[in-house]
Nanobody, 115 residues
Framework: VQLQASGGGLVQPGGSLRLSCVAS????????MAWYRQAPGKPRDFVAR???????SYADSVRGRFIISSDNAYTTVTLQMNALKPEDTAVYYC??????????WGQGTLVTVSS
């Protein structure tokens, strides 16, 4: 599985940004797609996940502000980020987990929330 993330950038507090991740390769093995983020000097943290059955889960810190979704073919996952806060600043990584128990990661995309 290959993952290509895009959509990061600079946004003011309270603003919105949308991240996208396109998957290719052995997509049929994927059971979930997710976003993680890593702020400077901190570990990589879970943000949101969408499973192939459409169920979603969110970190408490983003629930109600972020929305994760995937297309019907399960090839693209988007993360709509609203009401952004400075503490959302991080490098965001797309992740895929497969039925063979393997994680795949895309390259990170930087999100900076600052006035």
């Amino acid at each position: 599985v290959q993952l290509q993330a895009s959509g990061g950038g600079l946004v003011q507090p309270g603003g919105s940004l949308r991240l996208s991740c396109v998957a290719s390769g052995t997509i049929f093995l994927m059971t979930s797609m997710a976003w993680y983020r890593q702020a400077p000097g901190k570990p990589r943290d879970f943000v949101a996940r969408v499973r192939r059955d459409g169920s979603e889960s969110y970190a408490d810190s983003v629930r109600g502000r972020f929305i994760i979704s995937s297309d019907n073919a399960y090839t693209t996952v988007t993360l709509q980020m609203n009401a952004l806060k400075p503490e959302d600043t991080a490098v965001y990584y797309c992740n895929s987990f497969t039925s063979r128990g393997r994680d795949y990661w895309g390259q990170g995309t930087l999100v900076t929330v600052s006035s």
